[in-house]
């Protein structure tokens, strides 16, 4: 079956779908994403590097992982599904953190990422058994530190996850304590129950 990406415009409104293997080239047009920011009890961030076989940002760390929700699914449902794709785990509890995130990303060959990508977060101390296809590593990291790195562009990472981290960061210094944001204020396209 071909995985299918919702195409939005710029109000998040859904307008059609297309082939997720062919909206990622030099003319991505804009569609609808999400980011997850997976903590354990103790704070800590699970921090992935992508796959070299990926093709937008191979090798790059990011956050714990991201994907595109099927037309008809929710966001929690498709984080959900990505966390077990990407990294073998369970289903936890996930949280809305940014609700409308966009952003436009492009890589030195051309190929650009063009999305508007609500963030979830959640907490699970459930140890990842990564997808070799999907996840070249990860490691577990105190919030604030991967924060003050990435923040202070000693950490490269993706660009999602570093404008990403700069509005979690306004958020508060703990993570657990981050309060939820409204589902009322996704964008159309991600406003499945």
Known sequence: MVEQVVLVNEDGVAIGTAAKAHVHDTATPLHLAF??????????????QRAES???????WTNSCCGHPAPGESLTDAAERRLQDELGL????????LPRFRYLAEMDNGVRENE???????????????HAEEIEAFRWEPWDA???????????VSPWCREQVEQLSALGPDP????????????????LT
């Open 90 to 97: 369970p289903a936890a509890p996930l949280r809305l953190a």
């Open 35 to 48: 980011s997850c920011y997976l903590f354990n009890r103790a704070g800590e961030l699970l921090v992935t």
């Open 54 to 60: 990926k093709p937008t940002w191979p090798g790059v």
């Open 176 to 191: 657990l304590r981050w309060s939820s944001a409204s589902a009322d204020a996704l964008p159309p396209a991600a406003r």
């Open 116 to 130: 508007i990508c609500p963030v979830l977060w959640g907490v699970s101390d459930a140890e990842p058994e990564p």
């Open 146 to 156: 991967f924060a003050q790195r990435v923040l202070s562009g000693a950490e490269a």
